[in-house]
Nanobody, 126 residues
């Protein structure tokens, strides 16, 4: 059974940091691209960052560039999202997703992905 499990969310003050993890089971992440998405209350889901399998190239939404870093550890079958300088507008449920991406797959778009985790809550508030 293919499964993705996110962890690492929580409550943090503005300016703080969190590291989210996306652990895969039932399949090997080596050949999959991974995307991180978030959804705030009353807002549409948005793509935050993604990392391709081949070469590990990364893409970031403009809203998180310079603050978030996506990385993968294939040995641990896990992808991470390091989030620094967090802002209240980063609050939301964060989801990871997996797909066999082609070089031209739009990796910040949700419909690109086949497998999704259950999400982890991130709240940035003083």
């Amino acid at each position: 059974q293919l499964q993705l499990v996110e962890s690492g969310g929580g409550l943090v003050q503005p300016g703080g940091s969190l590291r989210l993890s996306c652990a895969a089971s039932g399949f090997t992440l080596d050949y999959y691209g991974i995307g991180w998405f978030r959804q705030a209350p009353g807002k549409e889901r948005e793509g935050v960052s993604c990392i391709r399998s081949s070469g590990g190239s990364t893409i970031y939404a403009d809203s998180v560039k310079g603050r978030f870093t996506i990385s993968r550890d294939n040995a641990k079958n896990t992808v991470y999202l390091q989030m620094n300088s967090l802002k209240p507008e980063d609050t939301g449920i964060y989801y990871c997703a997996a797909a066999r991406l082609s070089p031209f797959s739009p990796c910040l778009l949700g419909p690109t992905y086949d497998y999704w985790g259950q999400g982890t809550q991130v709240t940035v508030s003083s």
